[in-house]
């Protein structure tokens, strides 16, 4: 035994955990996989192996004897080649000469017996595939080159065939089929009207599968190309007209509402007469004054965002119509419902309304008229500037002395009252006066709109009715001025700095002295000065919409000819007002890109129908 | 004794009453000491409002400032912030006090004023906004309202080159503060204080709100109304001339491609 003189390096075992350690310690970076268990069991059966046997085999689907070998399991029983089934065949119809003759020869005379035969031969040999019966074909029997190279070229000589295109063959073939079919259904009977259902109903669907137009074939290849070759700018400009006709389509409806939602609230407008003068400074400001009032009473309804058009359209409306009272239930009834307002005219000036004011708290016996503050004022100032107390003193005498106010009553009721306006008499005792509307600016008067409030201990009360909506508490009069929304506080008060009324450093309008003369006045001008924007808005629009007709109406001229479109305008019927809201009605804001013809015929039918209705009611 | 069950169950009730009988007492106390407990609980004693009532009494607040001929540290400006009646009378009869907020940057930024005059002079280099809250007397259950307006040193930009040195800078507001339903009491203080013209009828010296001047804005303001009224029904024939317009080009139109 010699010593060994390489030690082997001292073999570690190394337990799993020692392994991980040593990995984890060594910092090498392969990942150790435990490598599955190579050993593998023989698997178990428990039935007895096949037995196999080399045979040889023939197959139907082959015409040649040609014999060939596979391995089969012995036990099995061979009938045919399995995959023989596979093997399909088409059979082409085929004719007889006196078919021929009686049903084929009529169809086309394009072709000829022996064109024809050929054709058929080819879709035998090819088992109607049609596309290459069509590359095979050759002007000449003998000749089988493919037809379409060289096709000008060496193909048309006398004598030959001319050339035929895929649809051509197929739409020989298929008419051929459809003749066929029809003649030999109709010669198994003897009337060939006179078919069971059955047969016709079979007859109808043999004829529908073998339907062939080739027309349409060929013009659907056509599309096909044009789509292929489309470059590659007119791709984009198809996707983004048709992003485009989408937009338009889905903002369309949408348009069509903001219009009539705007020329609904200029329709109040509208039904008011129009005033063609200006209505006087005095009695203008108060019926505006007045439904002012009232607008502010709708707005200050508790917790109800009013609909502030509706208010404005309202104020506005009372505002432009004037003195009339008969017109402002009529402006009303077109309103949408303003929050607080009973549906229906509840402005009437003019008639004596009270609102009854149900104070369920007790008061305790105060003089019993206490007067709004305004009117005692008013009262005292008039009075050369007698203790102008803005205090409500309970006097009969100021209150006969203030000049005739204008008392409008309103049913709708203040924020706090529970009860809706009730018509009562007017029955006031004591020398209060109810004038007609004055107001001048040389004494300054104020005449606001007052109401009055019965109370149960205290009998009628008057008060104005801007301050009929306060709650109890202490307010700032110029916190009680009229809310703008906020989307128009801009325009107005860039408006109001034109007119050099704003007071400096505030953030929305206000007066410059705050007084309720000047508030009251101070509302009616925000109330005035909104519709004023909504109209110019409007009107606007509509003058830009005049200009891209006229654009439109230049490039039709020119398309038919100056003189030719003179005489079609010349002979057209003039434009009747009334017609005008029928075609509002239809048309849309823009005119949009492929209906303008459409529109146009749209607008003379509904035009028509207007003038035609009211013919119809004139007689 | 504590473990005592009968005395458990009272344990609860005494809490009440003692809660009860403190609650009565502030409420008593109060009448006798000026506080200023939450006007919740003054609400909830104080006497009936009338209904319908309502009572406005002006105001004018704003700032007068000067600029400094002699300017030590950083401070240009002398300005006095205030609230008084437009005419000079005595509005203490219904305010109980007035705070002034001013800007953190000065000393004791909340200036109290239990009496006239409600004033506050100091001396700076800007402009801050100034919060002006107004406390009401007890009898009258009102929350305290506030004002809001920037104290202004500068003249303004249109006439900034023409000013002369040593004018001061006019910084005014007029308002009205209503008063709603008020109570009883505060009724009667408030007619009781009532004394002399409320509104000068001509502007004088300081006092620069008067009846001509309201006069004259409601004036401005009726010819702006009318004005804008004027423009409305021009512009709503301008409307109207424009829907006719459009009526006939459309008919023009559809007649022109139909025939084209």
């Known amino acids: 035994m010699f010593q060994q003189k390489h030690k082997h390096p001292k073999q570690h075992k190394h337990t799993a955990m020692s392994r991980e350690l040593n990995s984890l310690y060594l910092e090498n970076h392969t990942v150790p996989v435990p490598l599955a268990d190579l050993f593998q069991a023989k698997p178990k059966f428990d039935t007895k192996a096949e037995r196999w046997t080399w045979r040889p085999f023939k197959s139907s689907a082959r015409t040649d004897n040609l014999t060939l070998s596979h391995w089969v399991k012995r036990n099995e029983k061979y009938t045919d080649y399995y995959y023989a089934r596979y093997n399909a065949k088409t059979q082409p119809y085929q004719y007889t000469d006196l078919e021929y003759d009686k049903c084929i020869a009529p169809l086309d005379a394009r072709w000829s017996k022996e064109e024809t035969d050929y054709l058929l031969m080819l879709c035998r040999q090819f088992d109607l595939r049609f596309i290459v019966v069509h590359d095979r074909y050759s002007m000449h029997p003998d000749r089988p080159a493919c037809v379409n190279a060289d096709a000008a070229g060496e193909a048309v000589a006398a004598g030959d065939r001319p050339l035929r295109s895929l649809e051509d063959l197929k739409d020989r073939y298929y008419s051929i089929c459809r003749a066929l079919t029809k003649y030999r259904a109709g010669e198994d009977s003897r009337d060939p009207d006179d078919l069971p259902l059955q047969a016709t109903n079979k007859l109808a669907d043999d004829l529908a599968l073998l339907g062939f137009d080739g027309d349409k074939e060929r013009e659907r290849k056509q599309y096909l190309e044009l789509l292929f070759s489309r470059t590659k700018e007119e791709i984009e400009e198809e996707e983004m007209l048709i992003v485009e006709a989408r937009r338009i389509e889905s903002n369309e409806r949408r348009l069509i509402h903001e219009r009539e939602a705007m020329l609904n609230s200029h329709a109040l407008f509208e039904e008011a007469p129009s005033s063609a003068t200006i209505p006087s400074v005095k009695v203008q400001f108060t019926q505006a004054e007045t439904v002012s009032a009232a607008g502010p009473l709708a707005n200050g309804q508790p917790g109800s965002a009013a609909a502030p058009a509706s208010a404005f359209a309202a104020a506005a409306a009372a505002a432009s119509a004037g003195p009339d009272s008969a017109t402002l239930p009529k402006v009303r009834k077109g309103a949408p419902d303003a929050i607080g307002i009973d549906g229906g005219a509840s402005v009437r000036p003019m008639k004596k309304q009270k609102s009854i004011h149900g104070s369920p708290q007790p008061t305790t016996p105060v003089t019993p008229r206490v007067k709004s503050t305004t009117a005692a004022a008013a009262a005292n100032k008039a009075s050369a500037n007698k203790a102008a107390l803005g205090v409500s003193v309970a006097s009969t005498d100021s209150v006969s002395a203030a000049r005739g106010s204008s008392v409008v009553r309103n049913s709708m009721s203040p924020g706090r009252a529970a009860s809706v306006g009730i018509i009562k008499q007017e029955h006031l005792d004591g020398p209060v006066q109810f004038g007609p509307v004055t107001f001048s600016t040389e004494d300054h008067l104020v005449n606001p709109a007052i109401i009055q409030i019965d109370t149960p201990e205290t009998g009628p009360i008057f008060i104005a009715q801007r301050d009929a909506r306060l709650g109890p508490g202490v307010f700032l009069r110029s916190d009680k001025l009229f809310p703008i929304p906020k989307n128009k506080l801009e325009a107005v008060k860039q408006f109001m700095t034109q007119l050099d009324l704003n007071s400096p450093n505030t953030i929305w309008p206000r007066p410059v002295m705050a007084t309720a003369a000047v508030c009251d006045r101070f509302d009616t001008l925000q109330t005035t000065i909104i519709p004023l924007l909504d109209c110019k808005k409007v009107a606007d629009k509509l003058e830009t919409e005049i200009q891209v007709l006229r654009a439109r109406k230049r490039m039709l001229m020119n398309d038919v000819g100056e003189s030719r479109a003179e005489e079609i305008i010349k002979k057209l019927p003039p434009i009747d007002p009334s017609m005008i809201a029928a075609i509002r009605a239809t048309t849309p804001s823009t005119p949009t890109i492929d209906s303008t013809p459409v529109a146009a015929s749209r607008h003379n039918r509904k035009g028509s129908t207007a003038s035609s209705r009211k013919k119809a009611a004139r007689e | ?260």
């Open chain 2, 1 to 260: 004794m504590p473990k005592h069950p009968i005395f458990l169950l009272a344990w609860p009730c005494l809490i009440r009453l003692i809660i009860f009988l403190t609650c009565c007492a502030s409420q008593l106390l109060s009448f006798f000491f000026v506080s200023d407990c939450s006007p919740v609980i003054l609400a909830m004693k104080t006497g009936k409002r009338l209904k319908g009532v309502v009572i406005s009494r002006p105001i004018v607040y704003g700032n007068i400032a000067i600029e400094l001929p002699t300017q030590k540290s950083n401070n240009t400006h002398k300005w006095t912030v205030f609230l008084r009646g437009p005419n000079g009378q005595d509005i203490s009869s219904f305010i109980h006090k007035v705070e002034f907020k001013l800007h953190e940057t000065f000393v004791n930024n909340n200036r109290a004023f239990k009496t006239a005059p409600y004033e506050v002079t100091e001396t700076g280099w800007g402009e801050f906004e100034i919060i002006t809250k107004i406390y009401f007397p007890l009898s009258s259950g009102e929350k305290p309202i506030s004002l809001y307006h920037m104290l202004k040193l500068y003249p303004p930009d249109s006439q900034a080159q023409t000013w002369p040195k040593g004018k001061p800078v006019n910084n005014f507001f007029y308002d009205e503060l209503i008063f709603s339903d008020p109570t009883e009491e505060f009724f009667d203080t408030l007619t009781k204080s009532a004394v002399g013209p409320e509104i000068p009828l001509k502007a004088t010296g300081n006092h620069i709100f008067s009846l001509e001047s309201e006069a004259a804005e409601c004036k401005r303001l009726e010819s702006a109304v009318s004005q804008v009224t004027e423009k409305y029904n021009e512009y709503k024939g301008r409307a109207q001339a424009a829907e006719i317009e459009i009526a006939e080009l459309r008919r023009d139109i559809a007649a022109l491609d139909a025939a084209r």
